[in-house]
Structures are given as C-alpha cells and as structure tokens.
C-alpha cells in the first residue's frame, strides 16, 4: 500500500521560506516521476515541480528560480524548498507519486496516481 505524507506546512509573511517534505512508504521515489502540486480556494489543482527519476526537474513558470524540488534516497522522501514566497503561493500542497497502472492526473510527461493528504501553505503580506 502506497503511502505519502506531508508535512512542513504552516504561515510565513512574504519573501520568508518553507520547507515541505513528503515521506512514502510502499513506493521508492527515487524509481519514478514525483511532483509537488498546489491547489489555491477556488481554483484548479496546478502543477509546481517536477522530480525526474534520472534526477532532472522542471519547473512551473510562477515558481521557477524560487522553489526547489529534491529528494533523499535513503530516507525516500521528496522535499520543496520555497524562498521568496508570495501571498499568491497561499495554497494546500500536495506531494504525488507517478502511477503507471492505473494512471491519474497529467503534468510534466508523467501521469500521478497516488496522493498525499496535503500540506497548507499561507503566506501574508
């Protein structure tokens, strides 16, 4: 059974830093896609980051050159690290696993099927 837990959320005034962090158990990250995404009051889940397998990232465009997508093998846990943020990055987060069986949700060429509980980000002006 897959697994994912975040946490690291919590109120930050702007330009201050976060680190969130996703721990999974049933599943090795480092093996698959993993992603970060946000989903702000009133809006549509979105996308953040990207972890390639092979360790590459990619980035949404509002939070490229500001946050950081990593993760420590031996731990199996996927992090984000967000400096600069903006009242506009107020959002509940959520950490991703790809699922190649059952499919889910698109973003940067990998399809997500297993989601943590999400973890809430407000940043005050």
């Known amino acids: 059974q897959v697994q994912l837990v975040e946490s690291g959320g919590g109120s930050v005034q702007a330009d201050g830093s976060l680190r969130l962090s996703c721990g999974a158990s049933?599943?090795?990250?480092?093996?698959?896609?993993m992603a970060w995404f946000r989903q702000a009051p009133g809006k549509e889940r979105e996308g953040v980051a990207v972890l390639y397998s092979a360790g590459s990232t990619s980035y949404a465009d509002s939070v490229k050159g500001r946050f950081t997508i990593s993760r420590d093998n031996a731990k199996n846990t996927l992090y984000l690290y967000m400096n600069s943020l903006k009242p506009e990055d107020t959002a509940m987060y959520y950490c991703a696993a790809e699922d190649t069986l059952y499919g889910g949700t698109w973003y940067g060429g990998c399809v997500y099927g297993y989601w943590g509980q999400g973890t809430q980000v407000t940043v005050s002006s």
């Open positions: 049933g599943y090795t990250i480092s093996t698959r896609c």
